[in-house]
């Protein structure tokens, strides 16, 4: 069936560097996604998010790029400081609005 | 409100007991969303509600569990005969599509503890 996954389930940075988290997802009709920052014991909270006709959108501090291609996603958050640790979600949003996340991302950021 | 509310935060109840978790939805969303996570889960849908439509059942992972969506806000996740296996955060989360996007919102979650 269709799904959305995460490559990687612990990543690890230097805090001040650069925190790239990957996400493949298989259901090439869906034209939006999300990404979703979750703290401990918090619920998810919405990041930053991308239409299927783009392929870079930038926030602050972080960017989401979408390659279509290859149907690969992609957070980056630049400068990571000790408060973007956090579980990070990708999701896509189908045709009739249902909204399927991947497993998360753990990031941990190092001192 | 300021953000979706969900109560209570936490349930403890013993198996077999039937048990509601509530949620508020910011005012005017349209779209409601219920999801369950397990401990180091990813979040799993299990219904959705839009405006007066139908909801979208399709995630309810037995005939155990029900949903409503009274007046196009409040709603009530009911979970008759509870397992053992419910034992999960259950979140909620509300949407308005508008012009520029797409943006959801979650509720704290009310983690459901069952004994």
């Known amino acids: 069936g269709e799904s959305v996954g995460l490559h990687l389930p612990t990543l690890s940075v230097q805090e001040g560097d650069n925190s790239i988290i990957n996400c493949a997802y298989s259901?090439?009709?869906?034209?939006?996604f999300i990404w979703y920052k979750q703290e401990s014991g918090k619920g998810p909270q919405f990041i930053i998010d991308i239409r299927s006709n783009m392929d870079k959108r930038q926030g602050q501090r972080v960017t989401v790029l979408l390659n279509k291609t290859v149907k690969h996603l992609s957070l980056q958050i630049a400068a990571t400081q000790p408060g973007d640790s956090a579980v990070y979600f990708c999701?896509?949003?189908?045709?009739?609005?249902?909204?399927?996340f991947g497993k998360g991302t753990r990031l941990h950021i190092l001192p | 409100g300021a953000g979706v509310s969900q109560s209570p935060s936490n349930k403890v109840t013993e198996k077999g007991k039937d048990v509601e978790l509530r949620c508020d939805p910011i005012?005017?969303?349209?779209?409601l969303y219920w999801y369950r996570q397990s401990l180091g889960q990813g979040l799993e849908f299990l219904i959705y509600f839009q405006g007066n439509s139908a909801p979208d059942k399709s995630g309810l992972p037995s005939d155990r569990f029900s949903a409503e969506r009274t007046g196009g806000s409040v709603s009530t996740l009911t979970i008759q005969r509870t397992q053992q296996e419910d034992s999960a955060v259950y979140l909620c989360?509300?949407?308005?599509?508008?012009?520029?996007?797409?943006?959801?919102?979650f509720g704290p979650g009310t983690r459901l503890t069952v004994t």
């Open positions: 999701a896509e949003i189908t045709l009739d609005d249902k909204i399927i």
């Open positions: 259901n090439s009709a869906s034209d939006y």
């Open positions: 989360a509300s949407s308005l599509w508008t012009s520029g996007g797409y943006e959801q919102y």
């Open positions: 005012s005017g969303h349209t779209a």
